[in-house]
DNA sequence: AACGAATACAACCGCGACAAG
DNA sequence: CCTTGTCGCGGTTGTATTCGT
């Protein structure tokens, strides 16, 4: 029981993932007319979302320059520094990784970083407990215990063909259909 | 093989800053 | 100076996939 939209005049908005169609839609578009002023893009493009929705799937996903997946130790090891240099600062902290957004780098830190300093950080105060009957001389124990070996040895490095659709496949489509 | 939990990623929302009229 | 529209940012939620039992 879907509501036919042929007649409706309320323009209604699509939400949720986006179609290859529309990806298509939004290239042509922005490869035409370029980027910006985006409430009308959306409009004029005939796309069926809001103008912050084109932004952000264009800026994230469908520009050409960005890179997908397969974050580094290095861009690990940049992340980790200006996260504790700058905090949630994303979007600055993306500007030091080329290719990356700052959505991915805010999902990155989120889902693995962040899990992974606090799994440390209970292991280092179970560590801390057990261990107090046990120091003899030294005795310090270091709460953030040596954050690079730990990225180096810890952080699995994600294979390089974890990437399925690279926008040069996206790109090349479009340039075949649009031309 | 089926199911639930955990994880990773994609996308939306709300808010503040800024510029143009 | 005020209003309105747009942009950009950070937080949060939704969903698909993977993993363990």
Partial sequence: MEKTPCNSQEV???????????????INY??????GVWNSLARSAGLK???KSCRFRWLNYL????????ITPEEQLVIIELQAKWGNRWSKI???????T?????N????RIQKHIKQTETLTAQNDQASTSQISGSGHVDPVPSLNENIENNFPTESND????SMEDLWSMQLLNGD
């Avoid at 209604?12 to 990806?23: A, F, H, L, N, Q």
């Avoid at 520009?63 to 397969?70: E, I, L, Q, S």
């Avoid at 700052?102 to 805010?106: A, F, L, P, Y």
Wanted: proline content about 6%; aromatic content about 8%; hydrophobic content about 35%.
């Fill in 12 to 26: 209604e908005v699509r939400k949720g993932p986006w179609t290859i169609e529309e990806d298509l839609i939004l």
């Fill in 30 to 35: 922005i490869a035409i007319h370029g980027e």
């Fill in 49 to 51: 979302r809001t103008g």
């Fill in 63 to 70: 520009r050409p320059d960005v890179r997908r997946g397969n």
């Fill in 94 to 100: 993306a500007k030091h990784l080329p290719g990356r």
């Fill in 102 to 106: 700052d959505n991915e780098i805010k």
């Fill in 108 to 111: 990155y830190w989120r889902t």
């Fill in 162 to 165: 974890s990437i399925v659709w």
